[in-house]
């Protein structure tokens, strides 16, 4: 576990942690922060970095942070992610939830199905 001074050195050793490819290591610390902070963190990442992110994070995990994301944003990743990744993070929100995001994740299948 790492010894945080501060946000940004945290952070830069999650970012480390996904660059290098070490899973478990980065697993470990991203999912020890509050779902917050983990909305936060996944803020800074570029379109490079949320695709190994996703290789990185399971779907149940994703689906907290995919309902604290702006709505611009969720569209954005949801162009970004493998759709079987999309499809298993809708099994795990809420019913009300999928039924709001059901006409962008039908959206999103037609683009990616292309």
């Known amino acids: ?49 949320q695709k190994q992110f996703f290789q990185t994070i399971y779907p149940d995990e994703f689906s907290v942070i995919f309902t604290k994301l702006n709505e611009d944003e969720q569209s954005s990743v949801m162009e970004i992610m493998k759709y079987n990744y999309l499809l298993k993070v809708m099994q795990h929100l809420p019913k009300e939830m999928v039924t709001s995001y059901y006409p962008r994740f039908v959206n999103c299948k037609k683009i990616l199905d292309e």
């Open 1 to 49: 576990m790492l010894t945080i001074h501060n946000w940004e050195e945290y952070t830069y050793f999650l970012l480390l942690h996904l660059k290098n490819g070490e899973k478990e290591q980065f697993r470990t610390e991203f999912l020890a922060l509050d779902a917050n902070s983990q909305v936060d963190f996944y803020y800074m990442l570029n379109k490079q970095q």
